[in-house]
């Protein structure tokens, strides 16, 4: 198995600093990318940590599988997803534990979206609204499910179109890192096909382009840094809101 990437980030056009942090281990099989909240530059050392501490784990697991997890492992999921539950797991911790133990970074806290490849299927974790997609034949179709208020009023089915696009707290997120002790993390799994491209992102990407304006980008141009940079380029001229992180992986078979 072999794992093509390449990943960017941007401060976008309205913001004096960068909260993202992405992170890439082509050794461990392993994506991050994540998008830092709170006060000053609070949301940059969260979405740091979570990288950094997620990074750090599957170093750790990987030399020595025999290591004692911080938690315990769920029945419901297999090794694979037990552990990429538990790095994020880890992760919250760090974080909360150092917005508690110092005022100044009281709030703070980030959410995560990361892919690991292992025996030939994609394992994808997230908290929060932070997006995995994934690219075959020229469709893409997302894989999480944004953790934010929008979404859970359009679950329950109580937004009429036009109130979506006028809704108030489309930035509201309803689960993140470091927001409690303990946090709820999805974990879901795609079995790919040689070729097909995951694209991890912050939501300012996926809040400035179309999903049918990522799919074109992707569809007309093979080169994984360009199309990042094209994505990222996209996002900044329909504005930049925010900062915008982009991460693409294209899975070849062993």
Same mark, same amino acid.
């Given at each position: 198995?072999?794992?093509?990437?390449?990943?960017?980030?941007?401060?976008?056009?309205?913001?004096?600093?960068?909260?993202?942090?992405?992170?890439?281990?082509?050794?461990?099989?392993?994506?991050?990318?994540?998008?830092?909240?709170?006060?000053?530059?609070?949301?940059?050392?969260?979405?740091?940590?979570?990288?950094?501490?997620?990074?750090?784990?599957?170093?750790?697991?990987?030399?020595?599988?025999?290591?004692?997890?911080?938690?315990?492992?769920? %029945? @419901?999921?297999?090794? =694979?997803?037990?552990? $990429?539950?538990?790095?994020? #797991?880890?992760?919250?911790?760090?974080?909360? +534990?150092?917005?508690?133990?110092?005022?100044?970074?009281?709030?703070?806290?980030?959410?995560?979206?990361?892919?690991?490849?292992?025996?030939?299927?994609?394992?994808?974790?997230?908290?929060?609204?932070?997006?995995?997609?994934?690219?075959?034949?020229?469709?893409? %179709? @997302?894989?999480?499910? =944004?953790?934010?208020? $929008?979404?859970?009023?359009? #679950?329950?089915?109580?937004?009429?179109?036009? +109130?979506?696009?006028?809704?108030?707290?489309?930035?509201?997120?309803?689960?993140?890192?470091?927001?409690?002790?303990?946090?709820?993390?999805?974990?879901?799994?795609?079995?790919?096909?040689?070729?097909?491209?995951?694209?991890?992102?912050?939501?300012?990407?996926?809040?400035?382009?179309?999903?049918?304006?990522?799919?074109?980008?992707?569809?007309?141009?093979?080169?994984?840094?360009?199309?990042?940079?094209?994505?990222?380029?996209?996002?900044?001229?329909?504005?930049?809101?925010?900062?915008?992180?982009?991460?693409?992986?294209?899975?070849?078979?062993?």
């Amino acid at each position: 198995m072999r794992i093509e990437v390449a990943g960017s980030t941007h401060v976008g056009m309205k913001r004096n600093h960068n909260e993202d942090n992405f992170l890439m281990l082509p050794d461990e099989y392993l994506f991050i990318v994540a998008d830092g909240m709170g006060g000053h530059s609070s949301g940059e050392i969260a979405s740091r940590i979570a990288v950094d501490e997620l990074g750090e784990f599957y170093k750790m697991t990987s030399k020595d599988q025999d290591s004692t997890w911080p938690f315990k492992m769920d %029945k @419901q999921r297999n090794y =694979d997803e037990n552990r $990429l539950a538990t790095g994020i #797991k880890l992760a919250n911790a760090r974080i909360f +534990e150092k917005a508690s133990s110092e005022s100044k970074y009281k709030g703070m806290g980030t959410t995560i979206v990361s892919v690991h490849f292992a025996s030939d299927v994609a394992y994808v974790g997230h908290v929060g609204d932070s997006r995995v997609y994934f690219f075959r034949s020229g469709v893409l %179709k @997302q894989i999480t499910e =944004d953790h934010s208020l $929008l979404n859970d009023y359009l #679950k329950a089915k109580k937004l009429s179109p036009e +109130e979506v696009e006028n809704f108030p707290h489309k930035n509201v997120i309803v689960r993140a890192l470091g927001m409690k002790e303990a946090v709820q993390v999805d974990v879901s799994r795609v079995e790919p096909q040689p070729g097909d491209v995951f694209l991890l992102c912050s939501d300012g990407l996926s809040g400035m382009v179309t999903d049918p304006q990522m799919q074109e980008i992707l569809g007309r141009t093979p080169e994984l840094d360009k199309a990042c940079s094209q994505l990222i380029d996209m996002a900044n001229a329909a504005g930049g809101n925010d900062n915008v992180t982009c991460v693409l992986a294209r899975y070849h078979p062993a």
